[in-house]
């Protein structure tokens, strides 16, 4: 079925961030008595909202992290972000290119996501279809974001297609009754990180976001 919607993820696929994000988180967990690194939170949490990693992280300890923790997250995030973060290379001409109705999911807050699409220049292209993990029960590796977004935009999930990098996402979105492409060309991503990718479900994997716009126009036609 040829899609209807893209659904872009927003960290490690729109904006360069994981390395950024995972940094701050690991310093902030770091400071409360969790000793972390960097690459830890990135093969723990890659592609899972702040909420879900601090239960996560509370249910294995057994003690309750500060009231705030989301918010020292978010603040040490904004930060980095302000020196460090670029868009994905060529991800700028890749919106554009697409057609299709386009909109972002992702397991950030509103505050993350509108801070780091707006300094990658790229939030004037995706208005006002953005949508975040804090407006449903669950954050990826749940289909319900993925639904969400669906439903806001009046598409059946089967006609969505989503652009993800995590693990987590690429299962939440096939969760969703949805195609998802898997995208590995992220500073993040590693040796083996499209083979993950597919192994969770994702029906191609790329990483060049120069390839995007024929990808989408080959689903569906195959």
């Avoid at 057609?99 to 208005?127: F, N, Q």
């Avoid at 804090?134 to 969400?148: E, I």
């Avoid at 999930?157 to 987590?168: F, G, K, N, R, Y």
Wanted: charged letters at 20%; a negative charge; hydrophobic letters at 40%.
């Amino acid at each position: 079925m040829p899609p209807q919607l893209i659904i872009f993820d927003c960290d490690g696929v729109l904006v360069d961030s994981e390395v950024i994000s995972c940094r701050a988180h690991a310093e902030t967990l770091t400071r409360h008595g969790y000793p972390i690194t960097a690459d830890q939170v990135l093969q723990r949490f890659l592609g899972v909202s702040d909420r879900e990693a601090r239960l996560t992280i509370e249910n294995e300890t057994g003690r309750q992290l500060p009231d705030d923790f989301e918010a020292q997250v978010k603040t040490a995030t904004l930060k980095f972000y302000e020196g460090d973060l670029q868009a994905i290379p060529h991800i700028g001409e890749a919106i554009s290119a697409i057609t299709l109705s386009k909109c972002v999911a992702s397991s950030g807050t509103p505050e993350k996501i509108r801070h780091g699409l707006t300094c990658a220049g790229l939030y004037d292209l995706l208005l006002p279809h953005i949508f975040s993990a804090t407006q449903v029960n669950r954050g990826k590796p749940a289909p319900d974001l993925f639904l969400f977004a669906a439903e806001q935009m009046n598409i059946r999930p089967p006609q969505c297609l989503v652009i993800e990098d995590s693990v987590a996402g690429v299962t939440g979105g096939r969760a969703a009754g949805m195609t998802v492409l898997g995208f590995h060309g992220g500073s993040h991503c590693g040796t083996g990180h499209a083979e993950l990718l597919r192994d969770a479900g994702a029906a191609v994997t790329f990483g060049d976001m120069r390839q995007l716009p024929d990808l989408i126009a080959r689903i569906g036609v195959d």
